[in-house]
């Protein structure tokens, strides 16, 4: 199996980008369920460093009839995406 291919391999079962893939792939030698592995274990520190990030900015919506009520709330990092129409479209 070509390079190319295991990347493709790689990114399918992942869903990681073509860099992290192509780069798992160079140091696990080829081998893709090591490249996996190390992607997972990237993952968990990339997700681990988001989680001190707070999304302090966002989006309230409320809606209703006589009977019920909805309040939903969608936070988001920055002002410049909860001003987003597309954002505020979405929630």
Do not use: H, P
Not at 57 to 64: A, F, K, M
């Amino acid at each position: 199996m070509s390079d190319i291919e295991k990347v493709k391999q790689l990114r399918k079962s992942t869903g990681a980008g073509f860099k992290d893939c192509n780069a798992a792939l160079k140091e696990s030698k080829g081998d893709l369920d090591k490249a996996a592995e190390i992607l997972r274990v990237k993952g968990i520190a990339k997700a681990s460093k988001k989680m001190s990030r707070s999304a302090t900015e966002g989006v309230v919506v409320i809606s209703g009839d006589e009977k019920k009520m909805s309040l939903i709330e969608v936070n988001c990092e920055t002002d410049f995406v909860a001003k987003n129409d597309d954002f505020i479209e979405f929630v």
